[in-house]
């Protein structure tokens, strides 16, 4: 049996290796500048692609087209890719409320879905707000839907822990 082969190729901005570009910015000023392109997007935003869409303070959006790249074996698109639109958009929610000087990394997110996504299914968006920010925790809730039906096909929670941000990654 003959498969039909095809090629994904894709270019991403490498990532600033020292946090000099976002010295005495918040969070959401971070954003704004991803946003505008004035600061590069995570690398991961390019190989899941999706793309930020909006950002205020605590809420954010992403937007993708679901693919046939990221199919699972019985043609609706794998979970992961639906977890990865919605950690993004979590993530990215508890950071336009962050301070200068703090990062975030997920410590828990919980998907629930509610229909299978498939190439047909259309563009989709995340929108996720910011439930609570402390001193270490935070926690976000997200939406997965339709832009142009509104059918909802997952809903997402995280927790992050927020902590202060270190020069700890080698510079290139």
Not at 84 to 98: E, N, P, R
Not at 121 to 150: I, K, N, P, Q, T
Request: proline content about 6%; aromatic content about 6%; glycine content about 8%.
């Amino acid at each position: 049996m003959e498969y039909e082969i095809r090629t994904r190729s894709y270019s991403y901005a490498v990532p600033p290796r020292s946090l000099d570009a976002q010295q005495g910015l918040s969070g959401f000023e971070v954003l704004k500048r991803i946003l505008a392109g004035e600061l590069p997007p995570p690398p991961m935003v390019s190989t899941a692609g999706i793309e930020l869409a909006r950002v205020d303070p605590g809420e954010v959006a992403f937007e993708a087209e679901p693919a046939e790249w990221a199919e699972n074996a019985h043609g609706s698109l794998h979970g992961g890719w639906v977890a990865t639109i919605l950690d993004s958009a979590l993530g990215c929610a508890v950071l336009s409320a962050l301070k200068p000087g703090l990062m975030h990394t997920t410590a828990t997110l919980e998907v629930k879905y509610v229909r299978a996504v498939l190439v047909t299914s259309g563009r989709l968006r995340a929108e996720a707000r910011v439930v609570h920010v402390g001193s270490r925790v935070a926690v976000a809730e997200a939406r997965l839907a339709g832009v142009d039906d509104g059918k909802l096909y997952a809903t997402g929670t995280t927790t992050c822990l927020v902590f202060e941000a270190r020069e700890s990654a080698p510079k290139r």
